[in-house]
């Protein structure tokens, strides 16, 4: 008896494929909202394929809106597969006007931030049947970063079957639906549709109101890097003379848990009023140069993001600014806790400080402020005395005319430690293809009133030195990826091993698998002794394929 073969569904008919490809001219849609465009470069760089109607609207881009990073990957895909030849100067203004023109508004993109932001955290979608619609080749992220008219996302979807048929068995085609019962492809269309429309209040409301951003001036600096602790300092933000929308930065900025001081020069472009693109190069050559992604608040009164690099952007700071005035401005305190007791010296870190007598400084009952020892208009050293049976629970600090609430945390006693993120991952690399690195941090918890960890009333003590291990994940028999799958770093950084087959390893296989990755606090603890936190590191193989890279182009 011959087994049949499968039957292969190419679903698109020769027009369709052309349309959702823009491989040839195509008439804009007749019907629906549609935005005009009228910028001459964009006319002229897209016109050859995407022709304009009586009102101006180019054909598939008039009816779609999307980030920077959306509608630069479109132009790279139509470079890379459309031979559409641009200069870097008309790619950037291209992307300018379009993502001006036909962008987000900030409610629509805050809610995709972490895409564009690079973050690796997983950000569950709502409807779990789409997702898996969408995520087997990318995040969710990418789509509800986008509006597009129905016809539009019927279009993308065509797209996609047209230059990657397997989606239809990996994807779009799953299962057996009863008759009459739509394919996954068809669900997908008819929700995204509906929940990320091509019109919206949002956009109605942005779009008339929507102008350059006023950020000229000095803002403080005050962010997290995971494994490094608290960022402390201040940024000068310059307009580019000529342009409504393109800036230089000066930062400086202390790594408060170890006192190295970074100094930082960029530029940056603001498209649609609030979303901040920049890159910036530090002082120090063997620092790298972060990638600027950032969100400028309505009122221009703040702004923020993250800096980040790496080869698969892994690295980075979270990073607010707050715009500085006359008044004095706290950033933070370092060490953000004290234990019931203690006598230690505090520093405030911020700018205009200028108190330099004790009765400047109030850290709330049970914390006497002793002397100021030390003042700069960037900090103040402060030598404190935490009564023996003070309260344990945040303090404010108050300042002049400031108020930092939960500045300070008094503590009893250290209950645990949280190693954080709880799972990360990790690739191999340094051959073929970049490595991944994996930053995990211990932080110090107090169980609060309750006396239960995990729970609302917790006390974060903050980052802690910790002596750092990885011990055997058992999957299998005879499991052995700790001998293989690389090192972690005094500071929690792993550090992956080498890519490619490994001889030395039983069947030749990859460096990769699964470990516990184990913090001791104290450090100098004895086997046995301290408190340990851990969490999971799966060691996996590089990215070898990458969809479009999302950098958007700087001037």
């Not at 779990?128 to 970063?145: F, K, Y």
């Not at 299998?476 to 293989?484: A, K, Q, S």
């Not at 030395?504 to 408190?531: C, F, I, K």
Request: a negative charge.
């Amino acid at each position: 008896m011959s087994q049949s073969r499968p039957k292969l569904l190419f679903p698109l008919t020769l027009v369709a494929l052309l349309a959702a490809t823009g491989s040839t001219a195509q008439p804009a849609e007749t019907d629906g909202p549609g935005i005009p465009v009228d910028d001459a470069t964009v006319r002229q760089a897209c016109g050859s394929c995407h022709q304009a109607d009586e009102a101006g609207r180019l054909s598939r881009i008039s009816f779609r809106r999307t980030t920077p990073e959306g509608w630069q990957q479109t132009i790279r895909r139509m470079v890379t597969l459309n031979d559409v030849a641009l200069t870097p100067e008309t790619a950037r203004e291209v992307v300018r006007y379009l993502s001006n023109h036909l962008g987000l508004a900030p409610a629509e993109a805050l809610d995709a931030a972490w895409e564009a932001e690079r973050r690796s955290d997983d950000q569950p979608y709502d409807d779990a049947d789409v997702e898996e619609t969408c995520i087997q080749c990318h995040s969710m992220g990418r789509v509800i970063s986008q509006r597009r008219t129905g016809e539009e996302w019927s279009l993308l979807m065509a797209m996609h079957r047209g230059y990657y048929p397997f989606t239809d068995f990996q994807a779009f085609r799953r299962g057996n639906p009863g008759d009459g019962e739509p394919q996954a492809v068809d669900r997908a269309v008819a929700h995204l549709s509906e929940r990320f429309p091509f019109e919206t209040a949002e956009w109605s409301a942005w779009s008339a109101t929507m102008r350059p951003p006023r950020v000229g001036g000095e803002w403080l600096l005050r962010g997290h890097a995971p494994g490094r602790g608290a960022v402390y300092g201040r940024m000068t933000i310059t307009p580019v003379a000529g342009t409504e929308d393109e800036f230089t930065t000066e930062a400086t900025y202390t790594f408060a848990h170890t006192g190295r001081q970074v100094e930082r020069t960029g530029r940056a472009i603001v498209y649609t009023g609030f979303q901040w693109r920049g890159r910036s190069i530090p002082g120090d050559p063997d620092a790298d140069e972060l990638r600027e992604v950032m969100f400028v608040e309505r009122d221009w009164r703040a702004i923020s993001g993250r800096w980040f690099t790496g080869g698969y952007d892994e690295t980075g700071i979270d990073v607010t600014l707050e715009r500085l005035g006359d008044a004095p401005a706290v950033a933070g305190v370092h060490p953000p806790s004290l234990p019931a007791g203690a006598t230690a010296t505090v520093r405030v870190h911020g700018r205009n400080l200028a108190a330099t007598s004790a009765d400047a400084v109030d850290l709330g009952p049970g914390v006497a402020v002793l002397e100021v020892t030390g003042a700069t208009g960037e900090w103040l050293d402060v030598q404190v005395q935490v009564d023996e049976d003070a309260a344990t629970g945040g303090r404010d600090l108050v300042l002049d005319r400031t108020a930092v609430t939960g500045a300070l945390t008094v503590y009893d006693e250290v209950h645990r430690i949280a190693v954080t993120p709880r799972a990360g991952m990790a690739r191999v690399g340094g051959v073929r293809f970049p490595k991944q690195f994996q930053q995990f941090e211990a932080r110090a918890w107090h169980d609060g009133p309750d006396g239960e960890p995990a729970t609302d009333d917790d006390l974060d003590l903050g980052m802690v030195d910790a002596r750092w291990s990885i011990e055997e994940y058992a999957v299998t028999i005879g499991d052995d990826d700790v001998r293989y799958v690389g090192d972690i770093e005094a500071g929690g950084r792993f550090v992956p091993a080498v890519d490619g087959p490994n001889v030395e390893r039983s069947g030749s296989r990859n460096n990769v698998g699964d470990v516990w990755v184990v913090a001791t606090w104290p450090p100098d603890a004895g086997d046995g002794d301290g408190l340990t936190g851990r969490a999971h590191l799966l060691v996996t193989v590089p990215l070898y394929l990458r969809w479009d890279p999302t950098a958007v182009e700087q001037p």
